[in-house]
């Protein structure tokens, strides 16, 4: 795989921003894989940053093991894996810029439905983000969006946040979920083409900036208060979908 500078440079950036948004700031990554996909083709992009992103969910899963709410995540397997199989199937019939487009627009959405939701449950007299449907809902689009794009911060965000959970238990939350997520990927990734050797060789170099990235968030994160944490992950997922709609 011939790189120029610019593209190692910023595959460095994108590599610390992967670490850092597993055990800091989860809106990080999806800025991460917005400037993964315009450095290469989305698709190819998906496949090289799989394997930066397992290397970060075992660092996260290490250090916030203890944080995790399993209660949160077991609803949702289900419907996770029913959405990396429509991903699958997805992802070989649609284009780079329709798939950076769908899912900018998507994300974006989601992020409106967010800052609304209190609003519309009082209006409607219904707490719709504590039904089963709307489990389904978050677990299918988690599932699909993590296999087409690795934008599955973005659903879970939006998903975590509607649990009112703490900082530790929102990353340590995540951070199962993603592991055990981006582990199912492989063998799918690996049929579609988009994991090979140079995607391995690429991480492989890429593993340093990585834990450089999460050693950061661990130290960063308790420093932030609770209410500043939840707006900077919503802005930067908002910045991550807006640039994935200008790719």
């Known amino acids: 795989m011939d790189l120029n500078w610019t593209q190692i440079v910023l595959a460095l950036l994108v590599a610390v921003m992967t ?20 450095i290469f083709p ?31 995540l077991i609803v949702l397997i289900p419907w996770v894996l029913a ?17 950076s487009v769908m899912l900018g627009v998507l994300i974006l959405a989601l992020l409106l439905l967010h800052l609304v939701k209190d609003r519309l449950e009082r209006k409607l007299n219904f707490p719709f983000t504590q039904t089963v449907y709307f489990q389904a809902a978050m677990g299918i689009l988690a599932g699909f969006t993590t296999m087409v794009g690795n934008v599955a911060g973005a659903i879970m965000t939006i998903y975590l946040l509607s649990k009112g959970l703490q900082k ?17 990927k492989v063998p799918f990734n690996a ?3 988009l994991i ?48 994935l709609l200008f790719l």
């Not at 959405?83 to 798939?99: A, E, K, R, S």
């Not at 238990?169 to 199912?184: D, E, H, P, R």
């Not at 140079?198 to 209410?227: H, N, Y």
Request: no cysteine; hydrophobic share 55%; net charge positive.
């Open 191 to 193: 049929y579609l083409g």
């Open 42 to 72: 989305a698709k190819q992009s998906v496949g090289m940053l799989l394997p930066m992103l397992i290397t970060a969910d075992i660092v996260a899963v290490s250090y916030y093991r203890r944080a995790a709410v399993w209660k949160y």
């Open 168 to 184: 530790q238990q929102f990353i340590g939350t995540g951070a199962w979920f993603f592991l055990a997520v981006n582990l199912i």
């Open 196 to 243: 090979t050797v140079d995607t391995f060789v690429f991480a492989a170099w890429m593993a340093v900036p990585v834990l450089l990235g999460t050693w950061a968030g661990i130290k960063i994160v308790p420093r932030i208060p609770q209410s500043y944490f939840q707006t900077l992950i919503l802005i930067l997922t908002a910045l991550g979908a807006v640039r």
């Open 83 to 99: 959405g990396i199989v429509i991903g699958f199937f997805v992802m070989d019939h649609i284009g780079n810029g329709q798939l």
């Open 19 to 38: 670490g850092f948004s597993k055990t800091g700031v989860p809106g990080a990554g999806i800025f991460g894989v917005a400037l993964m996909a315009s």
